[in-house]
């Protein structure tokens, strides 16, 4: 009989670990399940289906928050929250222009998150009740950084963020700075991008204790600020081997050329042992439900010669893949196989891919940091020494 | 009969896992090793006694990154590479400058230090091999952020680092921008002030998997860059479970007043419950030895009146304390009880004293982070789902 519910586990519980703490179990929660082996994921057991298709980034992020669905004031008190936090100070505009201009994107926005704390006098409290109050303003003001990050690094003028328009559009607004009168009922904000971005948004949102979500709770148990543990989190998501795949995605795909070339630069990776971006994960044995979820999407707005080509060649790649190594070894497209081609289709520059990521897994991350609070206990696992346990200072003329 | 060496431990491992993943273990180290029945500190098997009487900070430094004791030559390389690294890009300077005065000190050092990626292209590399270079001008770099940081918020004009200097003698040069003319021996910089400040690096360089250490290890497991590494600790490093409890024992002393009101003040504490800062430790239910090496150096620097009471106040609480709840619990001053005093001695302010503990521990965070790149694996604990396993999506009209 399948279960439909799972009870709270008490600490000690006894654990066998592998290298990278795999199999450690860091707290209960009630946040979100990732089941790899039935390809499940759920935020406060909702599917991430039933999510990406009625749902919007806004009432995601408060479900992931306050661990309901929203009735209709309080997701727009919490939308009112967002929209008047939107708004950057000049200071952190000036900083992200006055380094060099090929800093990496990631790195910018680690620093401006971490230098916001000094706007935010309310954010040194970190009291549970402050704290909630911080969170909604960071994951509002991680938008616009973003946006100014991605303008700023073009050589283009910054633009004000909106209140009249949703989190999506209103980034997507910032980042583009395009407004099509003729679609007024978009307030002229591309209706197709803004959609495809707020269901990025979802999907990216919460995963489990990923590297990224783990620092977070880390940096903030020692009760470091939102601003700092959230800047922390930022740097774990830069490394290649949490964000950044779906990048590396896409430089595949342009490598491969065409569909036809698939079987045979298959062939050659394998034996040279190369690993495949956009394929495997820790997590999941069975297909990624975000993979899905994107490549279903990918033919929405694949319209170009060069995008369809793309996508066609990923399409062929996962055949190929999955015959291979997918039923045998569960090894499937995961959510960065086919989010590259997305973003790419909706003309984004591909050093913005993993500021988006950051953009969405803040609500993950300010979520389980929250909810971590009350039974808040630093973090202090061990290293085994190994090795002599007195060693004589030798001075220097006896070296 | 005594062990005097200990084997690797093999993954996986049983544990036992209590809250805060106490008993968890992360992974093999050579590094440095603490006894806390013992209350024994080794940074690679040497007593941290030792260390303290006959090394200095650059030393100490080399034998925590390279396993060994330098010679001379090897010594002298690597205080040149430090040396050399000493400067910062004015735009750090200027971002410094454009944030507000009052940001914490700590926000401020980690905005600086992710920021710093984008002046060092080398960094986006993540070899072993550039990673030990980087690391070498990062912990160079790191204490001339932090003396800029601290000249900046007093209004004062930041000063050049000088290379003719030692690592603790050019921090105390930048900070205090004095130089002592009749004092040419040490090339104008105050000798007692640079010793204290050299055997407080020396102190503070290692101390195990503290959360700071863990959050360096976690996010640099994905393989970042070592900026944006380093930065998380320093954003672990400022929650006040971490670092900064010294500042909170000089209030608390100050609060007390003189030795005679002790007794009184210690009794309606406990009576209230409240946690004393400065004593205890999760590691250590014996004396911290750090604790007893900068308590004898108390003495030392004790030279006025108002340094003198704080140090006789002290002296008192730790009598009383361990009377009380040493022998019993395992409770003792650490390294925190007595450093505090030392750096007020020595004239510093308050707001730079976690940043001086960044300053010295970022030796320990890219020594273990270097050691653990060779068998890298990203960091994915697990946390326990428990609640419902699905919850339909209800639609906002039936909420």
Redesign the interface.
């Given at each position: 009989m399948e279960?439909?519910?799972?009870?709270?586990?008490e600490?000690?519980?006894?654990?066998?670990?592998?290298?990278?703490?795999?199999?450690?179990?860091?707290?209960?929660?009630?946040?979100?399940?990732v089941n790899g082996k039935e390809g499940r994921l759920?935020y406060?057991?909702?599917?991430i289906e039933?999510?990406a298709k009625?749902?919007s980034f806004e009432e995601t992020a408060y479900l992931l928050l306050f661990g309901k669905?929203?009735?209709?004031d309080e997701?727009n008190g919490f939308k009112e929250k967002l929209k008047v936090s939107r708004s950057i100070p000049q200071?952190i505009v000036?900083?992200i222009k006055?380094?060099?201009k090929?800093?990496?994107s990631?790195?910018?926005l680690?620093?401006?998150v971490?230098?916001l704390?000094?706007?935010d006098k309310e954010s040194?409290k970190v009291t549970l009740e402050s704290e909630k109050e911080v969170a909604i303003r960071i994951i509002s003001k991680i938008a616009t950084v973003t946006a100014a990050i991605s303008r700023i690094k073009k050589g283009k003028e910054v633009i004000e963020p909106r209140e009249d328009l949703s989190h999506a559009e209103n980034l997507v607004y910032m980042i583009t700075g395009e407004v099509d009168e003729s679609r007024p009922s978009l307030r002229g904000v591309d209706e197709e991008i803004s959609k495809a971005i707020d269901m990025a948004l979802i999907l990216h949102a919460d995963h489990?204790?990923?590297?990224?979500t783990?620092?977070c709770m880390?940096?903030?148990?020692?009760?470091?600020?939102f601003?700092?543990?959230i800047?922390?989190g930022?740097?774990?998501?830069?490394?290649?081997?949490?964000?950044g795949a779906n990048e590396r995605v896409i430089k595949m795909l342009q490598e491969i050329g065409t569909p036809s070339n698939v079987e045979e630069w298959y062939g050659r990776e394998r034996k040279l042992h190369h690993k495949i971006p956009g394929f495997g994960h820790?997590?999941y044995h069975a297909h990624d439900p975000r993979a899905r979820i994107f490549k279903e999407y990918c033919h929405r707005v694949a319209t170009t010669e060069e995008i369809k080509n793309l996508l066609a060649i990923a399409e062929r790649l996962e055949e190929v893949e999955i015959r291979e190594l997918g039923e045998k070894k569960g090894i499937f497209p995961n959510v960065d196989f086919y989010s590259g081609i997305v973003y790419k289709a909706l003309g984004l520059e591909t050093s913005l891919f993993t500021p988006l990521f950051a953009v969405s897994r803040v609500a993950g991350w300010t979520a389980?940091v929250l909810e971590y609070m009350p039974?808040n206990?630093?973090?202090?696992?061990?290293?085994?020494?190994?090795?002599?346990?007195?060693?004589?200072?030798?001075?220097?003329e006896k070296?």
């Open positions: 279960r439909d519910f799972v009870g709270k586990k600490f000690p519980i006894k654990c066998e670990i592998g290298r990278g703490l795999e199999g450690a179990i860091v707290n209960n929660t009630q946040i979100g399940y759920c406060r057991g909702i599917s039933d999510l009625y749902s669905l929203p009735k209709r997701l200071g000036e900083m006055i380094l060099p090929d800093t990496h990631m790195n910018l680690m620093s401006a971490a230098a704390a000094g706007y040194q489990g204790m990923s590297g990224s783990f620092t880390v940096i903030h148990a020692s009760l470091s600020d601003y700092a543990t800047a922390g930022i740097g774990s998501l830069k490394g290649p081997l949490h964000g820790r997590i389980r039974e206990r630093i973090f202090r696992p061990r290293a085994e020494y190994y090795g002599p346990l007195k060693q004589e200072y030798i001075p220097m070296r």
